[in-house]
């Protein structure tokens, strides 16, 4: 079945350091790759895709995202941490075989706490 | 910024109580949907719809129910509200055609809580 996975619930980084938010999935093909940020009391924003072509992905407040497909990841990373990143991170995936249905698959989420 | 508006983003209403959550776009997309999103954050897909008259259920069994009258305007009611249906509700569409690569833009959210 198809799926995506994002093992860690919550992800605690220091102020200043690198973070990565974890996403695997199981989806044959070519699939998109989609990561979405909610702060809270608010909807979800999306933040950066990987469609095609480069691995490495960039997107809005300065994050990125590597595409992998041997290992069928798409890790969200930040160079450097900020406080106000701290917010809940979503990775979703879009199967795009033919018949595919259009709906995207979301992973569980995982909260980025970033201390100051 | 997404056009996709949601109305109430907060509402406290008692149990038998009949709700509608408005969702409005106004990007023309062909494609709207509607997520519970549970306080343990997971989202669940109970409705979508393709185009205007057409609508169908999600993943997650939902007592609420929807219309799409208009390619703008996708609601949401519920006939008599219980306090199971506490969550947040969010509103989200995306383009269609080949070209377009599904990403989803989300209204704010609607916080429900039924006494």
């Known amino acids: 079945a198809q799926s995506v996975a994002q093992p860690e619930d919550q992800v605690n980084v220091a102020e200043g350091n690198p973070l990565t938010v974890k996403c695997t999935y199981s989806v044959s093909g070519n699939p998109y790759l989609f990561w979405y940020v909610q702060y809270p009391n608010r909807g979800l924003q999306f933040l950066l895709k990987?469609?095609?072509?480069?691995?490495l992905v960039k997107g809005s407040y300065g994050f990125e995202a590597e595409f992998n497909k041997s290992q069928t990841s798409f890790h969200l990373k930040k160079p450097s941490a900020l406080v106000s990143d701290s917010a809940l991170y979503f990775c979703a995936v879009r199967d795009t075989r033919q018949g595919a249905t259009n709906k995207l698959i979301f992973g569980t989420g995982t909260l980025l706490a970033v201390q100051p | 910024e997404a056009d996709i508006y949601q109305t109430p983003r907060y509402l406290v209403i008692g149990t038998g109580k009949k709700i509608t959550l408005e969702c409005s776009q106004t990007?023309?997309?062909?494609?709207m949907y509607w997520y519970q999103q549970d306080p343990g954050m997971e989202l669940h897909l109970i409705h979508y719809s393709y185009g205007v008259n057409s609508t169908e259920k999600g993943d997650l069994s939902s007592e609420s129910t929807v219309s799409r009258i208009r390619t703008e305007h996708f609601p949401l009611t519920l006939e008599s509200a219980r306090p199971s249906h506490t969550s947040q509700y969010l509103c989200?569409?995306?383009?269609?055609?080949?070209?377009?690569?599904?990403?989803?833009?989300f209204g704010e959210g609607s916080r429900l809580t039924v006494l």
């Open positions: 990007m023309g997309h062909d494609k």
């Open positions: 989200a569409s995306s383009a269609s055609g080949r070209s377009r690569t599904g990403e989803l833009f």
């Open positions: 990987y469609i095609t072509g480069d691995n």
